[in-house]
């Protein structure tokens, strides 16, 4: 079976990631909410590195648990900090703690996050149709350009695409990979 091209065929978390999870629509606010973590810490790194850190995020922030990541206080960051088995930078667990708390607001505001993550494209997939490997669009710098007036870090154009990629929002599964529809 065919896969897209960045998928390292040696990796099973890769290949596990790719066929089932990357690129399938996803509404369920806990899932949308630790995504958006990983991939702000992804940023300056490679998606591998998060991968093999998965388990150990999702031990180190309560399961995704916004409520309890939004209360997380100096204490619990410095705790965060001496934890090996995950990206120890103080600027990414701030700013994934603040942006927990961006993340219930707009949950307020919107009744989900789901619902507000969906509505810039009216709850419909995106498909990338141009053949090109993109790491922007008009799309993501709106969506981006929103995150950030409402006070969140780490949420810049080209991590935002790649979010909104990983959500399924966006399909940018290869032509000929066998979960483009």
Request: charged share 35%.
């Amino acid at each position: 079976m065919k896969r897209c091209f960045w998928v390292d065929e040696k990796s099973e978390i890769y290949k596990k990631y790719h066929d089932e999870e990357w690129g399938i629509p996803k509404r369920n606010d806990r899932d949308l909410f630790e995504l958006l973590i990983l991939e702000g810490f992804q940023a300056g790194l490679s998606w591998i590195t998060v991968l093999k850190k998965r388990e150990a995020f999702k031990a180190a922030y309560d399961d995704f648990d916004v409520q309890k990541v939004a209360k997380y206080d100096d204490k619990k960051i410095a705790e965060m900090l001496t934890n090996k088995a995950i990206i120890r930078s103080e600027q990414k667990i701030r700013a994934s703690i603040l942006n927990a708390k961006i993340f219930i607001e707009i949950q307020k505001e919107f009744g989900s996050f789901s619902d507000y993550i969906w509505h810039f494209t009216d709850n419909k997939v995106i498909f990338n149709e141009t053949g090109k490997i993109i790491v922007s669009n008009e799309l993501s710098d709106k969506i981006s350009k929103d995150l950030k007036k409402r006070g969140m870090k780490y949420v810049g154009t080209v991590i935002i695409y790649s979010y909104l990629q990983a959500i399924g929002i966006v399909n940018d599964h290869d032509k000929d990979c066998f979960l483009h529809k």
